[in-house]
């Protein structure tokens, strides 16, 4: 059936509806996708980490995954995914269940969006150069080993979100965005291994 005219959301909603139930590979996720483009595939990949606290391991899986998206765009090469990180299956139910809960939130961020806002944003050149690098640190910054800690997957996955709706939608202000998501990371993750630095200098006193 021909989804064209359905918002972004309503394609997520029909991928998730037809993951099959025993368990799902990137490279089924890619293939429920279609030809819709990369991009879409990298929205989906991040719904699941609107959540506080995420399901442990599959940032590892779909953060690889979305790392050799951008790459891709990158080199502007057909995507390719290592035989380990395309096999490796996750649970349809915990993926259901999580995206269930992400939609939420991916439908307000997508009601944000408004095509063809600041068009400079979204062209290629030196602009299609730096969106891709923010892509790839993204992506590096949702597979960091902060999982178990509130938002640390939450904080890169909406940068992804609004690089992946402003290049959809070609709307500069999601990719702004999604810039300032990615600079908000790094400034979290920055208070928190300098707050775990200060907590292990503590014990390391107060033992010695």
């Avoid at 991928?15 to 799902?24: A, F, I, K, N, Y």
């Avoid at 349809?92 to 961020?109: D, N, P």
């Amino acid at each position: 059936m021909d989804r064209d005219g359905d918002s972004l959301a309503e394609k997520m909603q029909a991928t998730m509806d037809r993951l099959p139930p025993e368990g799902v590979t990137l490279v089924e996720i890619r293939d429920l996708i279609g030809r819709e483009g990369m991009m879409l595939l990298t929205a989906f990949l991040t719904i699941i980490f609107l959540v506080p606290v995420s399901i442990p391991g599959v940032s590892t899986v779909f953060g690889g995954g979305i790392l050799l998206l951008s790459i891709s765009r990158l080199v502007n090469r057909p995507l390719w995914l290592p035989e380990k990180l395309k096999r490796r299956p996750v649970s349809s139910e915990k993926l259901r269940a999580g995206m269930a809960r992400g939609m939420h939130w991916f439908k307000r961020l997508e009601r944000v969006s408004k095509p063809r806002r600041m068009r400079g944003l979204t062209s290629g050149g030196f602009m299609g150069v730096v969106n891709n690098l923010a892509l790839i640190l993204g992506a590096v910054l949702l597979m960091m080993p902060f999982g178990l800690i509130p938002f640390s997957n939450t904080l890169p996955a909406v940068a992804l979100l609004f690089f992946a709706i402003g290049l959809l939608q070609r709307d500069g202000v999601c990719i702004l965005l999604g810039h300032l998501m990615n600079l908000a990371t790094i400034v979290y993750f920055a208070i928190l291994l300098t707050g775990g630095l200060v907590v292990i200098q503590k014990l390391w006193e107060r033992i010695f």
